[in-house]
């Protein structure tokens, strides 16, 4: 990402925005859902492209066979190894690896260390700020009252963790009475969520809180300014939001959040419109 190309990127990102409106019917759909999260809307599997991937987390991956055999059968085989690794294998390595990691000081005071949960090709990545209580005692993120507003806002747009989506956080480790994570404990992360990014392939990337995007786009830009945009993240579109427990704090940001999500929608639509 350069700040010479982000500006373009990003109006490119807004021209397909538009572009995915108009082939969704976006104002025909907009005044979805009328409760506003209040109740998940009933499935629909074809209302978004699917990514039917493995599910990955910590507990689907134990004795189970990966998604694709982890080296190809040629004669080869060996010298071609490193670069024919699985997916699955290499993210459940990684995970063994922030299992056990004390890169930082949050590695003292937690239960689990929360890798992350979905689909290998994810449609959509959403990143969240860090473990809550729950989370840490779960060791899956988003779980808890957020955790289930998060589901219910991702399916008023048709995506589902055990489906399309992957969700991960900035860091790894809950930080002690859910502090903001320092600037120093995202640095020390940060190369395990983009070590994911890497292996996931996500088509978007949907940032859930100022802490998550702020670390993301190495901006220092409020929350206020960030959401109703679009953003660049290493050639991926990036649509901040409120987190969902500042939606439970505060009702009146549910119409600003519905409107993230429209925008992401739109995105997808238009991708999808571009791919027929
Ligand atoms: S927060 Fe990240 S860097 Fe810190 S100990 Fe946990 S996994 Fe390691």
């Not at 969704?24 to 005044?31: I, V």
């Not at 689907?60 to 982890?70: L, N």
């Not at 010298?79 to 063994?96: G, P, Q």
């Not at 729950?134 to 957020?146: H, I, M, T, W």
Request: proline share 7%; net charge negative; glycine share 8%.
């Amino acid at each position: 990402m350069t700040d010479e190309s982000y500006p373009n990127k990003a109006a490119l990102y807004e021209a397909l925005a538009t572009i995915g409106d108009a082939l969704a019917g976006g104002l025909r759909r907009s005044t979805v859902p009328a409760g506003l999260f209040e109740e998940a809307p009933e499935r629909e599997p074809e209302s978004l492209e699917q990514r039917s991937a493995e599910p990955h987390d910590a507990a689907s991956t134990e004795g189970r066979a990966p998604a694709r055999a982890p080296f190809a059968a040629s004669d080869s085989l060996e010298s071609d190894r490193s670069e024919e690794i699985d997916t699955a294998t290499a993210l459940s390595a990684l995970e063994a690896e922030v299992k056990t990691c004390t890169r930082c000081v949050l590695s003292s005071g937690r239960h689990k260390a929360v890798f992350g949960q979905g689909v290998i090709e994810p449609l959509v990545l959403v990143i969240g700020e860090g473990p809550g209580a729950e989370e840490d005692k779960q060791g899956l993120p988003f779980v808890g009252a957020s955790g289930q507003l998060l589901d219910k806002m991702l399916a008023s747009i048709g995506l589902y963790r055990d489906q399309n989506c992957y969700i991960a956080n900035i860091v790894k480790c809950r930080p002690p009475n859910n502090r903001e994570p320092s600037p120093d404990e995202r640095a020390t992360c940060m190369p395990y969520l983009r070590r994911q990014i890497t292996l996931l392939k996500p088509r978007f990337i949907l940032c859930a809180g100022r802490t998550a995007a702020q670390a993301m786009l190495g901006t220092a830009e409020g929350i206020n300014k960030l959401r109703a945009t679009i953003r660049d993240f290493d050639g991926i579109p990036l649509v901040p939001t409120y987190h969902p427990s500042a939606l439970l704090r505060d009702e009146s940001l549910k119409r600003p959040a519905w409107e993230d999500l429209k925008r992401l929608r739109s995105l997808i639509e238009a991708e999808r419109g571009l791919n027929d």
